[in-house]
């Protein structure tokens, strides 16, 4: 006989949802790393991140992950990657089909769910509807020592409600294209020197090589991975190949990990 489903309370599920997540943000206010965005360039570096031992957060603006993976190429649900980027989605269960040369072809639906399981089961906390929309920062060196929140739902609405700040050891631009968090810190904290000239046009093999080798930390406390990368530096835009996106994010993690733990530590 099938097992009788349980009756419960609405208020035992209203307190158990606000506690817990209470338990979190007030955890979370204090990080090692806040991560800012969960595409693929964030998801990886969240992974490599936690599994080294860091307390990492990503802030997620939508009600999903992913970022652009799930647009495939065209909607096409599907994506490249090449080598060496094949092991990181190997190493997280993903399914992979190869081409010639060293390419790969990928369903999207299985990258961007097993990319986030990957972060998750290493330890990563993913806060999804939640915009960063302003830096901390302090000075004497000027440097960026946390990110602002605010829920995306709120900043829809148009209404003002003041944000709460979240202080992190180390703060990844993991935005994309709009390179969100280094557009706040070039308006606002002026002193960084930051400019954003917005990313070239397409060649794929060159975009791909200077994405990764361009990922680092941009200012003292503020990193860049991904197409955010290629915002700052105004280097050209790959479409829809990802290797690169996989392996700066690996990169930036390793670049954390070093600075917060010193030479010679690694993502297990
Ligand atoms: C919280 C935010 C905020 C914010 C944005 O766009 P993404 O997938 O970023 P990457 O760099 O990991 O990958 C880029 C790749 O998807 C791509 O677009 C490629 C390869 N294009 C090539 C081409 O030629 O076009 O993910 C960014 C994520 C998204 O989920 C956003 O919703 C989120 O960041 N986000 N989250 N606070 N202020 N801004």
Redesign the pocket.
């Known amino acids: 006989m099938a097992e009788e489903i349980r009756e419960v309370e609405e208020e035992v599920i209203t307190r158990a949802i606000i506690q817990k997540a209470m338990e979190d943000w007030i955890n979370l206010a204090e990080t090692d790393v806040a991560v800012?965005?969960?595409?693929?360039?964030?998801?990886t570096a969240a992974r490599h991140l936690a599994k080294a031992g860091l307390k990492t957060v990503v802030?997620?603006?939508?009600l999903?992950?992913?970022?652009?993976?799930g647009?495939g190429g065209m909607q096409f649900h599907k994506i490249v990657v090449q080598t060496p980027a094949d092991k990181i989605l190997k190493d997280v269960g993903c399914k992979l089909e190869p081409l010639e040369n060293g390419l790969f072809i990928v369903d999207t639906a299985d990258m961007m769910a097993k990319l986030a399981c990957g972060a998750l089961d290493a330890g990563a906390k993913i806060i999804l509807g939640?915009?960063?929309?302003d830096l901390i920062y302090r000075d004497s060196p000027t440097r960026v020592v946390g990110v602002v929140?605010q829920w995306?739902s709120v900043i829809m609405a148009g209404i003002h409600v003041d944000p709460l700040a979240v202080k992190a050891k180390a703060v990844i631009d993991?935005?994309?294209?709009?390179a969100?968090?280094l557009a706040v810190a070039s308006r606002k904290i002026p002193e960084l020197g930051i400019t954003i000239q917005g990313?070239k046009s397409?060649w794929s093999s060159r975009?791909e090589e200077l994405t990764v080798k361009n990922t680092r930390e941009v200012c003292p406390g503020l990193f860049a991975?991904?197409?955010?990368?290629a915002a700052i530096d105004q280097t050209p835009?790959?479409?829809?190949?990802?290797g690169?996106?996989l392996l700066?994010?690996a990169k930036v993690a390793q670049l954390v990990i070093e600075k917060l733990k010193g030479k010679g530590a690694k993502s297990s």
């Open positions: 800012v965005g969960a595409g693929p360039s964030g998801l802030f997620e603006r939508k999903s992950f992913g970022g652009g993976i647009g939640v915009t960063v929309d929140v995306t993991c935005t994309g294209h709009d969100e968090v990313e397409m975009a991975a991904g197409m955010a990368v835009r790959m479409g829809p190949i990802f690169g996106m700066s994010g």
